[in-house]
């Protein structure tokens, strides 16, 4: 059984992986193009719709989707009971937010932007309509049809976002490529997922997910507010400077938060297992954290030194206030796995009243940072949530890994060789920018002789990261041989 699973959540990170990346190469691509045509405030604009958003799909889900996930065992009923739930409280939510939508443009003191939130907010229901499509096929660890689906619905709402931004060249481009994305998603779900809704609620079924759901919901909310804050008072002091930092923040969020993502969907149900057996738990945690932070770190910290010249080379000077911002976004970035894997074990350990105690502490802490650094402007706000990672990494690390036995010291220990190796990358870097070449032949050349350092020097180490990931990677070719 321990072999099966581990089979299966390689398999699993492979394929999320390929989806992942897929996507956000297109995307970034496209969201280059885009941006040569499209304003900062545009994108500023669309940034405040989006955030208001993101807010409201925690309130769509409400923890259900999660509760879902962790359950040992799930029947159709409580599927359907849970759709029903998650559809009727979207069009609510989108009745709300269509008749608040003028507030929300004197809020902002942008005419324009309660009449493309009308719009935009769409998104809610189409997203509603496949959320447990993809619950079920993530329980079922069917990766492999999530990967496509995803591919497919970045493929074509990429070509009209980037067909209408050459014809309109403003906001609406992006609106119509957001629509379009959910759409074709929800559409494949409906088709491939196999899967539709009985004529049937339950109040049983959804009683017997309430509690963990409720806890979800509550400290999902908390995390969703704040995390989203800063672009709220960014936006509210000058919505170029929004669409500045939404694209740093973009572009930092491709290698950070994606492949915590990807672990974190594959991992989360995996570890949900083996949630009653501590040692085995712990291990897989050791592996599944050492892992990931030896893949991001190296890249969070070319991308942090390399910032000036990749926005020079990809970006026209409109876009050269991005530079620091993204600088210090990445070096935000490398905390994030951290907390997000941490939290999962809490999760999976089924304490919902202290992951949202802790979202409580954590987020009383960031508002306390933000009041003082608000008042040095956008890049007072980047250092404070760098201030703010750093404490509350210790406090997840803490509470997170005394449920298994993994200490804060043992869980730095295991990281430390890697921070080393990565730091590497500083000098090296450094040394050809002095060079003065030109931007592409400097990213491609600090680039390789980084990846030769740093693999040289885990080589060297033995990290265990390091050796785990070889034997995955020969796994895997040997099994495609075979």
Request: proline share 3%; net charge positive; glycine share 6%.
């Amino acid at each position: 059984m321990g072999d099966n699973l581990k089979q299966k959540t390689v398999t699993g990170v492979m394929w999320s992986a390929a989806e992942r990346f897929s996507a956000l190469f297109i995307q970034a691509i496209v969201g280059l193009v885009i941006a040569h045509y499209v304003a900062p405030e545009e994108f500023g604009l669309m940034g405040i719709i989006l955030i208001f958003i993101a807010i409201c799909q925690v309130v769509v889900d409400s923890g259900f989707c999660t509760a879902l996930i962790q359950k040992k065992q799930v029947h159709d009923l409580d599927y359907s009971s849970v759709f029903y739930i998650n559809l009727t409280i979207s069009l609510l939510l989108y009745a709300l937010a269509f008749a608040c939508a003028p507030l929300l443009g004197e809020i902002y003191d942008l005419p324009r932007l309660g009449e493309v939130a009308r719009v935009t907010f769409l998104i809610l229901p189409l997203s509603a309509l496949s959320l447990v499509q993809n619950v079920k096929l993530q329980r079922e660890l069917h990766f492999n049809k999530l990967s496509l689906i995803g591919i497919v619905s970045t493929l074509v709402s990429a070509a009209i976002g980037l067909y209408l931004a050459l014809i309109w060249q403003n906001v609406w481009a992006l609106v119509f490529q957001n629509l379009t994305y959910h759409t074709t998603k929800m559409a494949l779900l409906w088709i491939y997922g196999h899967w539709h809704p009985l004529r049937k609620f339950s109040r049983a079924s959804v009683e017997s997910v309430l509690p963990l759901a409720m806890s979800m919901l509550g400290s999902s909310m908390i995390g969703s507010i704040c995390d989203n804050i800063y672009g709220l008072i960014i936006g509210k002091m000058n919505v170029r400077e929004l669409g500045l930092y939404t694209q740093a923040d973009k572009l930092r969020k491709i290698p950070s938060s994606s492949i915590t993502e990807i672990v974190s969907k594959v991992a989360f149900p995996a570890m949900s297992k083996i949630q009653d057996d501590d040692n085995r738990l712990r291990e897989a945690y050791s592996r599944i954290i050492q892992i990931t932070f030896y893949v991001l770190a190296p890249i969070m910290i070319y991308l942090a030194v390399e910032s000036r010249d990749i926005f020079t080379l990809l970006l026209p000077p409109k876009w050269s206030g991005c530079i620091l911002y993204f600088s210090l976004l990445c070096i935000v970035g490398l905390f994030y796995p951290l907390h997000n894997i941490n939290l999962n074990i809490i999760i999976v350990k089924k304490r919902g009243k202290l992951y949202l105690n802790l979202e409580i502490a954590r987020k009383t802490t960031l508002l306390l940072i933000l009041i003082i650094s608000a008042h040095y402007g956008v890049i007072g706000i980047i250092i404070g949530q760098m201030v703010y990672n750093v404490i509350v990494l210790f406090l997840n690390m803490h509470f997170s890994g005394s449920l298994i036995g993994y200490s804060v010291g043992r869980q730095l220990s295991d990281l430390m060789p890697v921070v080393l190796c990565a730091a590497l990358i500083i000098p090296i870097s450094w040394w050809v920018q002095s060079m003065g070449m030109w931007e592409l032949y400097s990213l491609l050349a600090a680039g390789a002789l980084s990846a030769i350092a740093y693999l040289g020097a885990s080589a060297l180490l033995h990290l265990r990261p390091y050796q785990e990931l070889s034997l995955i990677i020969n796994h895997l070719i040997h099994g495609n041989k075979s």
